[in-house]
């Protein structure tokens, strides 16, 4: 099996990124590298198909440090800032395609967009074509690009409509990717039970309201018993070293720029 698909981790930070603006601690101050973190986001490459996972404020700087220059389309898990604020950008990711570019979300995230971002889904106040053009598609159930299925999984957190997706190719692991919950519902709980990879939230080590902490993305992971796990959506609470350390061996810590090649 040739290892033809590759997912690279964009960013792996919750919403306010590592190093925090002002913030004198340990982890801020560290020299690891695995300790600057962008916000969440993710990349998929197989077969000629390039699919983005969230457009968050730090996705210019990360297209040109992974060298991104085409995308087929792009796929919302929310509409919290830090996973659509970097919407703008992908105008860059529009010139040189004749068609718009295809954009999955559920129906208010969408609508989120639309507030957030008005002239790019307004044709006459859209015509210029360095502007961004959205093909703006409502997730209903799954969907495929080439030989790529994307799941939607329903998750809660905190009170905006959220999805984790699971990620299907052929004779490759099944993937997915959680970037942001806190309750996970027993419909998606049976998907994820046959899930050879789990990216999930693990933002600190104690208890907050929207989102797991480390202990219980691990006893999550311990009860589908996942193969192999990677913690994403990480606070500043988290030294990457000390973290990795204290965890099994399956269960690895995501850092910026990791790729997973299948
Ligand atoms: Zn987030
Ligand atoms: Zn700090
Ligand atoms: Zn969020």
Known sequence: MAADFELTFLGTATSVGVPVIGCPCAVCRSADP????TRSSIHLQYGGISLLIDSGPDLRQQALREG????????YTHSHVDHVVGFDELRAFCWFRNDPLPMHATQACM???QTM????FIAVDNAYRGYIRPDPLIITGPFSYGDVTIT???VVHASVETLGFLIEIPEKPKIAYLPDVKVIPDETLEILRGTDILIIDALRPLPHPTHL???????IIGELEIGRAWLTHIGHDL????????????????????????
């Open 152 to 154: 939607p999984l329903p």
């Open 213 to 219: 902490s480390v202990p219980e993305a691990v006893a």
């Open 34 to 37: 695995r300790d600057k973190r």
């Open 239 to 262: 030294g990457h070293a000390e973290l990795e350390a204290s965890l099994p061996d399956h269960i690895r810590v995501s850092y910026d720029g990791l790729k997973l090649a299948f």
């Open 68 to 75: 991104l220059t085409r995308l087929d389309a792009v796929i």
């Open 111 to 113: 609508n989120t967009l």
């Open 117 to 120: 971002f008005p002239w790019a």
